[in-house]
């Protein structure tokens, strides 16, 4: 009775060889998808498959109904990374508000306050100068032809009349020096004028840009200390020029 035959070895070069070619085509495919994915109109549905998931598909993502390649970022939008909740999906909320979770991840911007809608559309710049146009999504921002919705319309024109009070807010401000400041974990903080003493003001142009009001610290000459509306630190002498906070 004839032995039986030895099984044939495959070679490690072989098999090494094998493997670089199988890499190679994965590569050469997935190239070929992302340079023939020309900007087109996505649907929901369409979006959700590309969430970085699927070997071979790019990953993509929408803002503002502007949809973005961002597979070159698969660390952080790919499965495990800190932005995937941003991926096959258009959170455009999240990215202001912070609730990547449930309700949060949609594309309403309804209630937001003027700055927060700015912040969306920069990044949604953000997006445009770092990552691939893909195309547009149909729903909120989009319609079924591409063009934009009257949503978007005021979303832009919220964005730009916050842009317009930001800028006006500066060169207001710029004429009353703020103060300079200081914070340490040992000794906490510190504020301090070189010329004038340091005041609390009020910043009326907050109300239009966060829909609520905020202070600043600003230098103030002391004939000027008598201005309505100046409040002077807890615990701060009148004429102290510096503040512990």
Request: charged content about 25%; glycine content about 12%; aromatic content about 10%.
């Amino acid at each position: 009775m004839a032995s039986p035959s030895r099984p044939t070895r495959v070679s490690s070069p072989l098999l090494l060889g094998l493997g670089f070619l199988i890499a190679l085509i994965a590569f050469a495919l997935q190239f070929y998808i992302r340079k023939h994915l020309r900007p087109r109109l996505w649907t929901v549905e369409e979006l959700s498959l590309y969430n970085g998931t699927e070997d071979g598909l790019p990953i993509l993502l929408g803002i503002l109904g502007s949809v973005f390649d961002v597979t070159k970022g698969k660390t952080h939008y790919g499965p495990g990374g800190g932005y995937h909740h941003f991926s096959g999906r258009d959170a455009s909320r999240a990215f202001v508000s912070g609730n990547f979770t449930g309700d949060g991840l949609t594309d309403s911007l309804h209630g937001l306050s003027t700055m927060e809608v700015k912040s969306v559309v920069d990044w949604r710049k953000f997006y445009m100068e770092r990552y691939i146009f893909a195309g547009k999504l149909v729903g909120r921002y989009y319609d079924s032809q591409g063009n934009p919705t009257k949503y978007l319309k005021g979303v832009e024109s919220k964005a730009k009349r916050g842009a317009q009070l930001l800028e006006k807010q500066k060169i207001e401000e710029a004429k009353i020096p703020s103060c300079n400041s200081k914070w340490s974990e040992q000794e906490g903080g510190e504020v301090w004028c070189e010329t004038g003493y340091p005041r609390l003001v009020k910043r009326p142009g907050d109300i239009a840009l966060t829909g609520k009001i905020s202070q600043r610290c600003a230098c103030f000459k002391e004939e000027e200390l008598g201005r309505p509306g100046l409040e002077v630190y807890k615990d701060c002498d009148y004429l102290s020029k510096s503040c512990r906070v």
